[in-house]
């Protein structure tokens, strides 16, 4: 099984509809979990942390599910400039706390 | 600010020449390190600094070198250019080791022929 995994899509949406995608991490013992948003062609920047409780950042909400090993991000009203890679990541746990990076889900917004 | 600078931004080598690729952050960042992105790879670790004077190996650090002489700079030396080192290259700093929000440079699109 690899570490992170995320199904890659692509996800295509009509504009308003919303959206989510999970993705699954093998460690039990991992500490952190984030979304990052990778633009074609650009780099990633931090799209949002997923804390214990759960968080949300306007349209979108983010998720972690221990028991199941798994966090999602739920993107509502979705826009046509919400179209992007969403890649997971997680923060290895112990002392090796190295950053593990999923390969992304594609996400196209249509009019 | 201007955060993290990469240049340059495309590059095209032949096979056995040698090329740095720059990297400097305007933050203060003591963490610093190199990836690569290829196509169905995600991105994967080549090296990686947590200060000026120290830096260490990630997952795929072969064929690269990298020195970090101060908090600004992160170097990345490509030592002898394989066709298999095509890839998008991104710097990227944050301000604790290993901290959650890392920031990127726009990367660096290296061909080698």
């Known amino acids: 099984r690899k570490e992170v995994e995320q199904d890659p899509g692509p996800f295509n949406v009509p504009e308003g509809a919303t959206v989510a995608f999970n993705c699954t991490y093998s460690?039990?013992?991992?500490?952190?979990f984030f979304w990052y948003r990778q633009d074609c062609r650009k780099e990633p920047k931090l799209l949002m942390s997923?804390?214990?409780?759960?968080n949300e950042d306007g349209r979108f909400t983010a998720q972690l599910n221990r028991a199941s090993q798994y966090i999602s991000l739920l993107i509502r009203d979705s826009k046509l400039s919400d179209s992007a890679t969403y890649l997971c990541?997680?923060?290895?746990?112990?002392?090796?706390?190295?950053?593990?990076w999923g390969l992304g889900t594609s996400l196209a917004v249509n009019p | 600010n201007a955060g993290v600078t990469q240049t340059p931004k495309f590059q095209v080598l032949k096979t056995g020449q040698s090329m740095t690729l720059q990297c400097a952050q305007d933050?203060?960042?003591?963490?610093m390190s190199w990836y690569r992105q290829d196509p169905g790879m995600g991105l994967r670790l080549i090296h990686y600094?947590?200060?000026?004077?120290?830096?260490d190996q990630g997952e795929v650090p072969n064929g690269y070198n990298v020195s970090r002489s101060t908090t600004e700079d992160f170097p990345l030396r490509l030592l002898s250019a394989a066709p298999s080192q095509t890839s998008v290259y991104f710097c990227?700093?944050?301000?604790?080791?290993?901290?959650?929000?890392?920031?990127f440079g726009p990367g660096t699109r290296l061909t080698v022929t």
């Open positions: 990227a700093s944050s301000y604790r080791v290993r901290s959650s929000e890392q920031y």
């Open positions: 933050m203060n960042h003591e963490y």
């Open positions: 600094s947590v200060g000026a004077g120290i830096t």
């Open positions: 460690n039990s013992a991992s500490q952190s």
């Open positions: 997923v804390y214990s409780s759960g």
């Open positions: 990541v997680v923060n290895g746990a112990g002392n090796n706390r190295k950053l593990i």
